[in-house]
């Protein structure tokens, strides 16, 4: 499965069974079963602690994304230009991504598939505001979440989890080697104000605890979201260490993942707006899509569950 193996890895049963099956014609699974295989390919890597492969092809996340206007206006008039099979049947799905090559069927697109009502100055304002912050580093493709954010400000539907007070970090090396991370926040809930220290292995993992900490308490459901990845990334390697930062997380809730992203000189806020977003996303209410699109967001269901 996937391709896993002790040393270089082994031939990769998941695109073998799909070849066969979709190009070939041999029923090697039932059509059922073949319509569970990219939530089967996720749930190994789980078992085995791995990150999924985005661009394994038939069940990664890129294997049917699609970007820039003429290529979005293309699948908009027929989708078999730009796709070999309907997602659909390996158990996958459309992705449309946001870059500042796109214009305004895919911002629209995008606003359908999450449900979010845009008019058409609130698509003007979306498709700038993308392309400015673009400019500044931010890096939608891989951030679904962050950019339907975006959107939902554009669309007057977002919903602030919280209003941060102020928040400190402090890192603290000693003697006998070890490190250790403490992170203090201050944020109102609602119209209460919440205090709440944490410690943690790092930074990042410390004000993620002191934020749980305190919105758990009135959204106790944002508690079982876990991270899955953490990325960095030096946008302006000329400057060195006072370089741009962009931090993109990976974030599920054990049914579903999705991505944030965070971009500043400072790498601890860079991740802290990643990490917000992250819980901010969890916290919206969900609209049904339009008929006929996709839901937004790659689905990790485990084999089995409804």
């Known amino acids: 499965m996937n391709g896993v193996g002790e040393r270089t890895g082994n031939a990769n049963l998941v695109t073998i069974t799909a070849?066969?099956?979709?190009?070939?014609?041999?029923?090697?699974?039932?059509p059922a079963n073949l319509e569970r295989l990219t939530a089967t390919a996720h749930y190994v890597d789980e078992l085995l602690n791995l990150v999924p492969n985005p661009s394994q092809p038939y069940v990664g996340r890129n294997a049917f994304a699609h970007k820039a206007g003429m290529h979005v206006a293309g699948m908009s008039a027929d989708v078999r230009t730009f796709e070999h099979l309907d997602p659909g049947v390996v158990g996958n799905q459309r992705d449309v991504l946001p870059s500042e090559l796109s214009g305004k069927a895919t911002v629209?697109?995008?606003?359908?598939?999450?449900?979010?009502?845009?008019?058409?100055?609130?698509?003007?304002?979306?498709?700038?505001?993308?392309?400015?912050?673009?400019?500044?580093?931010?890096?939608?493709?891989?951030?679904e979440a962050s950019f339907e954010l975006l959107l939902r400000r554009e669309a007057g539907e977002y919903e602030p989890l919280f209003r941060l007070e102020s928040f400190r970090v402090i890192t603290e090396k000693r003697e006998d080697g070890k490190v250790q991370t403490e992170a203090t926040i201050k944020i109102w809930v609602e119209g209460e104000r919440y205090v709440r220290t944490a410690e943690g292995k790092g930074p990042v993992n410390a004000l993620d605890r002191a934020l749980r900490g305190a919105i758990t308490d009135r959204h106790p459901h944002l508690a079982d979201i876990e991270l899955t990845n953490y990325k960095v990334r030096i946008l302006d390697e000329a400057?060195?260490?006072?370089?741009?930062?962009?931090?993109?997380?990976?974030?599920?809730?054990?049914?579903?993942?999705?991505?944030?992203?965070?971009v500043s000189e400072n790498i601890i806020e860079a991740s802290w707006e990643a990490l917000v977003e992250s819980l901010e996303y969890a916290f919206q209410p969900r609209k049904a899509p339009?008929?006929?699109s996709q839901p937004a967001g790659q689905a990790r269901a485990r084999p089995g569950r409804s």
């Open 108 to 143: 629209v697109s995008q606003a359908q598939r999450t449900g979010v009502e845009l008019d058409s100055n609130a698509t003007v304002r979306a498709v700038e505001h993308l392309k400015e912050r673009e400019h500044r580093g931010y890096h939608y493709e891989a951030a």
């Open 290 to 292: 339009a008929p006929g």
């Open 19 to 30: 070849n066969l099956q979709v190009k070939l014609g041999h029923e090697v699974l039932p």
């Open 239 to 262: 400057h060195g260490t006072d370089a741009v930062t962009r931090v993109l997380l990976d974030s599920s809730d054990g049914e579903r993942e999705w991505g944030t992203i965070g």
